[in-house]
């Protein structure tokens, strides 16, 4: 059994309790999504939608950007600037990871503290429980990244930051190497039995994601 890297424990360290893991977020936003006649165009917008939200975090940490990304108001940019089908199918996926965030939050806050982060280490529960989703692939595209970049622009004209091609295919490049490696973690027995309910709150992700405007 491959150990968790450094790298790795450094995510699990700076994603700790603000939303579910990267593999979490894509598999919700794909089961929310699974009715729709979508293309592999639309389904990879939707899995990069999904963990889009994170990209300030798995690169930098929380702070106010984290912040403004799972903003509202960021999100009806998003969702006012987005025009093709492939556009519009990320911002559903977006949209997923914002409307789940908040279960995460009141699941994880009834769990004791594993040293490291427990809802890391269930996001590796999630991945050897559905070993195709440690194969997943989050792919930016030109039109999706511009999408991001226009959004913040439209919603936080004049800030210091932005978000560029660059930044997001490097988060890109993480969240891929986290969900790549998820799949061979392993999770002990005793993260195994506090997180014994996880599935019932990703099933509850799954139906608001579904139901999210
Ligand atoms: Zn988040």
Do not use: C
């Amino acid at each position: 059994m491959k150990r968790l890297s450094l790298a790795s424990l450094a995510i699990l360290s700076i994603l700790a309790l603000v939303g579910w893991g990267p593999v979490s977020h894509v598999h919700i936003a794909k089961e929310a999504t699974k009715s729709l006649y979508y293309t592999t165009a639309q389904r990879n917008a939707v899995v990069w939608g999904s963990v889009a939200p994170d990209s300030w975090l798995i690169q930098q940490g929380s702070g106010v950007i984290h912040t403004m990304l799972h903003a509202q108001v960021f999100y009806d940019s998003l969702k006012r600037l987005a025009v093709t089908a492939e556009e519009k199918a990320f911002v559903r996926g977006y949209n997923s990871h914002l409307v789940s965030d908040p279960i995460e939050r009141a699941y994880t806050s009834t769990k004791p503290y594993f040293g490291v982060p427990g809802e890391l280490l269930v996001d590796i529960m999630l991945a050897k429980k559905i070993p195709s989703l440690s194969y997943v692939k989050v792919i930016p595209t030109t039109a999706t990244k511009s999408l991001m970049i226009r959004a913040w622009q439209a919603t936080y004209s004049g800030y210091a930051w932005q978000p560029t091609g660059a930044f997001l295919d490097s988060a890109a490049r993480t969240f891929n190497s986290w969900i790549s490696m998820a799949g061979w973690g392993s999770v002990s027995g005793a993260v195994r039995l506090a997180y014994a309910d996880y599935y019932s709150y990703i099933q509850l992700s799954i139906a608001a994601a579904r139901s999210a405007p």
